[in-house]
């Protein structure tokens, strides 16, 4: 049964004389309301945004121009961005936070890894340093600054949700190392940066799964900088190549065990091209690959991974299994 209505109970309710009231939110200053995390943000975001760019662009493929975003790797000039951004362009364009323009010429580029150098003539710039990536961790602060849809200065903030990633270039070649973010990106941030909370690079943005909620890619610092030093130096990145076509397949079990291989996986070889270091060190169709220089040859991404450009008229073995006997070809690679 209900009991009566006490008042005096109401009272206590309502007015706290039982205990003490939550206090009420003081007002202060904008600086003093920031809490930790915000602080962390906006001091990054100031540190970082100088040295960031908008990059505008005209290409001789279609009518208009578009854009995207870049930092200033060195005072001199330099300026790192995505290949995708300013791939084909006609004319490139970089503005910097002060709103002051300077054409942009083309350093070099790698689509492979979806990087892209300019320099444009200016000097004492502010640029960013580059953290190292092998050092992150996941569900530490990503902060990412650019210029969506064309609106610069941008600023979100996430954390970084993955490491170790794999995507496609537009070139189909595989891109490893690639960080995960849920920092807010959108058509425009592409080539800008990512960075930690001391303002150091630890990705380049590149990729946002457009459907998706919070599913945005960057390359990792470690990469963006080893080929910007390349760019810089050479104007491209060299690989190694040999001249076939191939596709993975699966390796008989028998195989596998008669040869005591340690993985079941291969390459097919499907075509090999004339005058190739392939058909110079005696490959043909149907054989498959197992191994080059000893290491496991799992897929054809493997065998990318290990066409570097110091390969490049080296000459290595490479292991193949021809019908169920086991071969070892000495391959030297040609430059791609």
Known sequence: ?????????????????????????????????????????SRAASRVSPAVVHIRLKTGRRRGEGGGSGFVIAPDGFILTNSHVVHEAKAVEATLADAR???AALVGEDPETDLAVLRINAGQLPFLPFANSKALRIGQIAIAIGSPYGFQQTVTAGVVSALGR???????????????????????????????????????????????QGLCFA?????????????????????????????????????????KLTHDQGILVVGVEPSSPAQRAGLTEGDNIVAFKGAPISSIDDLHRVLVGN?????????????????ELPVTPGER
Do not use: C
């Open 311 to 327: 390969e490049i008229g080296v000459e290595s073995i490479l292991t193949v299994l021809r019908g169920v006997e086991r071969m």
């Open 1 to 41: 049964m209900l009991s009566e209505f006490d008042p005096a109970w109401s009272k206590t309710l309502f007015t706290g004389d039982s205990a003490d009231p939550i206090p009420p939110v003081q007002a202060t200053s904008d600086d003093e309301a920031l809490d930790a995390y915000s602080n962390t943000v």
């Open 101 to 103: 323009t300077f054409d």
């Open 219 to 259: 390359i990792a610092s470690n990469t963006a900088q080893l080929v910007a030093g390349w760019l810089i130096r050479d104007g491209k990145i060299r690989r190694s190549y040999l001249g076939l076509a191939g596709q993975n397949i699966t390796i008989h079990p028998r195989l596998v065990r008669h040869h």
């Open 166 to 212: 794999s995507m496609r270039a537009e070139s189909g070649r595989l891109m490893d190392d690639i960080i995960q973010t849920d920092a807010a990106l959108n058509p425009g941030n592409s080539g800008g940066p990512l960075v930690n909370s001391s303002g150091q690079v630890i990705g380049v943005n590149t990729a946002v799964i457009l459907p998706a």
